[in-house]
């Protein structure tokens, strides 16, 4: 079965300063990638994906995540942090289109300091 | 707001009860899923409609949860009997057809079990 790992539960940085958020896979067949974010008493806001084509995926707030088939990782990026990037991030992956048991990680909590 | 809504959002109930859960689909969004999330995990996959048709289960449904969808737009997640392991945020997410492979997430209902 489809797995995700998140070897950090939490990453610091300073406002201003790039963060890398990790995310190793582990599935069969062609991976179908995800990062949601969780604020507080709100529900997980999908942030981007990745299908197919260009392995460097833009999504939302300024995100970015680079798809690599040979490290199996799908790690987050921001070039500048922002205090109000702090939350939990989770990555997803499903194996597939056809596939609707998607597995996340445990989530990483990012906090960023002013 | 025209994102998935949920209700309760929070439920206190003593083991034994039963307790039903309300998700409300994105409208026209023809896929509906039910996760579960505890406290430092990811949300767990549960179960899947498309439509009014569930289509996938996990094994982590046991015989005391049983989920409806009966005329492809709300649905209800039903607990039987409840157990304090079932304590948890309970989250439901739905997609379209036309961009079945993202799902988004309403804020989920948070059961505690005394």
């Known amino acids: 079965a489809q797995s995700v790992a998140q070897p950090e539960d939490q990453v610091n940085v300073a406002e201003g300063n790039p963060l890398t958020v990790k995310c190793t896979y582990s599935?069969?067949?062609?991976?179908?990638l995800f990062w949601y974010v969780q604020y507080p008493n709100r529900g997980l806001q999908f942030l981007l994906k990745?299908?197919?084509?260009?392995?460097l995926v833009k999504g939302s707030y300024g995100f970015e995540a680079e798809f690599n088939k040979s490290q199996t990782s799908f790690h987050l990026k921001k070039p500048s942090a922002l205090v109000s990037d702090s939350a939990l991030y989770f990555c997803a992956v499903r194996a597939g289109y056809n596939n609707n048991d998607m597995r996340f990680g445990a989530g990483t909590r990012l906090t960023v300091k002013p | 707001d025209t994102g998935v809504s949920q209700d309760p959002r929070h439920k206190i109930t003593k083991r034994g009860q039963n307790v039903t859960f309300r998700c409300d689909p994105i409208?026209?969004?023809?896929?509906l899923y039910w996760y579960r999330q505890t406290l430092g995990q990811g949300p767990e996959f549960l179960t899947y409609?498309?439509?009014?048709?569930?289509?996938?289960k996990s094994r982590l449904l046991s015989d005391r949860f049983s989920a409806e969808r009966p005329k492809g737009s709300f649905s209800t997640l039903e607990i039987q009997r409840t157990e304090q392991g079932d304590s948890a945020m309970y989250l439901c997410?739905?997609?379209?057809?036309?961009?079945?492979?993202?799902?988004?997430f309403g804020p989920g209902t948070r059961l505690t079990v005394l």
């Open positions: 990745y299908i197919t084509g260009d392995n």
């Open positions: 997410a739905s997609s379209p057809s036309r961009e079945a492979d993202t799902q988004y």
């Open positions: 409609f498309q439509n009014e048709a569930q289509l996938e």
């Open positions: 409208s026209e969004h023809n896929r």
């Open positions: 599935v069969s067949g062609n991976p179908y």
